[in-house]
C-alpha cells in the first residue's frame, strides 16, 4: 500500500510538471551571429469547428493578424490565463482575432467552462488533438502569434500575464 502511494505520488508530480510549464518565449533571432532561416516559419494550415458547429479555416483568415491558445478545461494556468485573454480581445477587437483552441474537451465541458467563468471566446474544437499535433504542442497553455501572411512570428509555452499578453502583440506592430 505505502509503495503504491509512493509510486502515484510520484506519477501526479510528473504529469503536473509536464502539464503545466512556466512560461518561455520564441523570438526569431536578431543577433548578427544567429542564423536567421532565409523563409519565413508559415503556421500549419487547420479547419476547426467552432462551438456554434461552424468552421474556422486558418489560411481563410490571410490579411488578419491572429493568435492562437491552446488550452484544455483541467490545466490550472490556462484556466488561470482565461480572464486575462478576454481582456486582451476587448481591448485590442479591431487589430487580431484571437482562436484558443480546446485540446481533448468535450462541447458540454467547454460550454459549462465558458458559462462559469462568464468568459466570451472563440473557441475551437480540437477533440482529436491533431492541430495540437501539428503544431508540436507539448505543454499547455501555449500561445502563438500569426501575422497577416499566415507566418509565425512569436509565442509562448506557458502561462501568461496580461503583460506578456500585451507584448505578444507587440510582435504584430
Known amino acids: 500500500m505505502k509503495k503504491t502511494l509512493i509510486f ?3 506519477i501526479l508530480s510528473l504529469i503536473l510538471m509536464a502539464g503545466c510549464v512556466s512560461n518561455s518565449s520564441y523570438e526569431a533571432p536578431e543577433d548578427e551571429g544567429e542564423e536567421v ?3 519565413p516559419l508559415m ?3 487547420f479547419e476547426l469547428e467552432e462551438m456554434d458547429g461552424s468552421l474556422i479555416k486558418l ?3 490571410r490579411g488578419k ?3 492562437l491558445n491552446f488550452w484544455y478545461a483541467g490545466c490550472t494556468f490556462c484556466v488561470i490565463e482565461m480572464p486575462d485573454l478576454q481582456k486582451l480581445q476587448e481591448t485590442y477587437k479591431d487589430d487580431f482575432l484571437l482562436l484558443t483552441i480546446n485540446v481533448g474537451d468535450s462541447k458540454e465541458v467547454i460550454e459549462e467552462f465558458m458559462e462559469e ?3 466570451n471566446l472563440t473557441v475551437l ?3 482529436k488533438m491533431n492541430v495540437a499535433y501539428d503544431y508540436g504542442i507539448r505543454s ?3 500561445t502563438i502569434a500569426v501575422n497577416k501572411k499566415g507566418e509565425v512570428i512569436g509565442g509562448y509555452v506557458g502561462m501568461l500575464t496580461y503583460e506578456q499578453m500585451k507584448e505578444l502583440y507587440r510582435f504584430f506592430e
Open 117 to 119: 467563468n462568464k468568459l
Open 43 to 45: 503556421a500549419p494550415d
Open 65 to 67: 493578424n491572429v493568435i
Open 140 to 142: 499547455f497553455p501555449t
Open 59 to 61: 489560411s481563410k483568415l
Open 125 to 127: 474544437l480540437d477533440q
Open 8 to 10: 502515484l505520488i510520484i
Open 37 to 39: 532561416p532565409d523563409e
